[in-house]
């Protein structure tokens, strides 16, 4: 079945860069749209940045400027670079495959303290 695992999240200073990372298998990063997506307690699930097969991207205003998404096709991995993070970024990160058939990772925590 198609597994989605994220990883590179942690403790980092308000002000620090982090890397997500999202490994595919038996689904083609390059094929599909893939997102980004966070919850923080308390709140809904929401979109941090996409990408489509063709390239395009897409952000969530709060996070234009400092993060950006990217995949490597050879690899089968989709990638979230966060800098400049902000403790209101703290939250579980999650990698979604698809879009009407859509198949989420189990999530990594990213914590930025003040």
């Known amino acids: 079945q198609v597994q989605l695992v994220e990883s590179g999240g942690g403790l980092v200073q308000a002000g620090g860069s982090l890397r997500l990372s999202c490994a595919a298998s038996r689904i083609n990063v390059g094929l599909n749209r893939m997102g980004w997506y966070r919850q923080a307690p308390g709140k809904q699930r929401e979109l941090v940045a996409s990408i489509t097969p063709g390239g395009s991207t897409n952000y969530a205003d709060s996070v234009k400027g400092r993060f950006a998404i990217s995949r490597d096709s050879a690899k089968n991995t989709v990638y979230l670079q966060m800098h400049s993070l902000k403790p209101e970024d703290t939250a579980v990160y999650f990698c979604?495959?698809?879009?009407?058939?859509?198949?989420w990772g189990q999530g990594t925590q990213v914590t930025v303290s003040a």
């Open positions: 979604k495959a698809g879009d009407s058939r859509s198949y």
